[in-house]
């Protein structure tokens, strides 16, 4: 499942960031080559190089995770 503060975006004007923040089940990322990254709780990383990004079971391409929070908004994935 994914928690209910799971992980943090960073946004500056030049890049985008994300942070697991301790979460039950983790969150990994996965490159444009397809090798897995597990992030360690409490690391900002950023997603330069970075195809998808893993919330536990629910995937999201980093497109996609861009386009929701184009304007600052945040959003919450539900699962089915």
């Known amino acids: 499942t994914v928690s209910s ?3 943090r975006l960073r946004f500056d004007d030049t890049s985008l960031a ?3 923040l301790n ?3 983790g969150t ?3 490159d444009a080559r ?3 990254i597990r992030l360690p709780p409490r690391v ?3 997603l330069t190089g970075i195809a998808h990004v893993n919330f536990c079971k629910p995937q999201i ?3 996609e995770l861009r ?3 184009a304007f600052g908004g945040t959003w919450v994935e539900k699962q089915r």
């Open 61 to 63: 391409s980093l497109d």
């Open 34 to 36: 397809g090798h897995t």
């Open 5 to 7: 503060f799971h992980a």
């Open 18 to 20: 994300i942070e697991d």
């Open 44 to 46: 900002p990383q950023p």
């Open 67 to 69: 386009r929701r929070t």
């Open 28 to 30: 990994s990322l996965i």
């Open 23 to 25: 979460s039950t089940n």
